[in-house]
């Protein structure tokens, strides 16, 4: 139990010489064969990923006290006792904390309130491990009331901490334009290709393949998309940023909520511009021209999607 607390609590912190060590590779390699295309490696889009990243390991341990409180205290109330000194718990709780990730994620997406602290992480233009550091700062502060249900039904909170961690660490690797396809692998994982997807502004790429570590979430629920040659991937957002400045990045779809609600002529409208996912507008779906439920242009009237 001992080690299973140093894991709960160091586990990110002793990846980063991992992290380094990848970025560093994947930039000399990118130097040597002189292709970068989406990856290049831009000094303000990668000093802003890694700000960001810092900033959510302190915003862990700033929000550590009342969010070990929450478990503790669901796992008081638990249905059954899942031990983490058994091989078993640890299969059952790989799965079931990869369902919970892909049920946030997909909610992230689509509930625009929800979309302005995840945005953040699709702000960059561009795709690479640098990338992956570009974490929310405003998400470890209730993100993680999704896993409670996992100390409800028994699992241990520091398994519950540990198994989030190992799953963050898993999808590091896979924001890279340097691994093409992978096999068969793909047809069970989460790879480089399928994220490249979820990263797409593209239209058809747009809300799909929202995997932790296993791709199967996407394809039992109707949300997967494989990466196709006649779509090369535009990375960012379908309206972006197009700013380094850190505040700009990290609350940018904040202030287009609370200027949309101020602006809104009804409550439907203040709820909708909360609620509704983010292609939502009063005038109805404001979808982008290549995405496949486009029906109409996007008009003055209506709010495009951040």
Known sequence: MDLLQWLSQWL????????????????VAQRRDGKAAGGAYVAPDIAVSLTMGLGKLAMIALCAGYTATAFAWVYEHRVFTLSPLTWWTWVLLFFADDLVYYIYHRAAHRVRFLWAEHVNHHSSQHYNLGTALRQSLIGPAYVFVYWLPLAWLGFHPLAI???????????YWIHTERITTLGWFEAVFNTPSHHRVHHGSNGIYLDRNYAGILIIWDKLFGTFQPERADVPVRYGLVHNVDSYFLPKVIFHEWLLIVRRVLAA????????WIFGPPEWSPQGPQWPPDHPAYRQRLSPAAEPRA
């Open 161 to 171: 901490v540990v198994q989030m961690a190992v799953s963050l660490l898993y999808q």
């Open 12 to 27: 990110l912190v002793a990846a980063i010489p991992y992290f380094v060590l990848l970025m560093v590779t994947e930039f």
């Open 265 to 272: 002529r009804s409550w439907r409208e203040r709820l909708g």
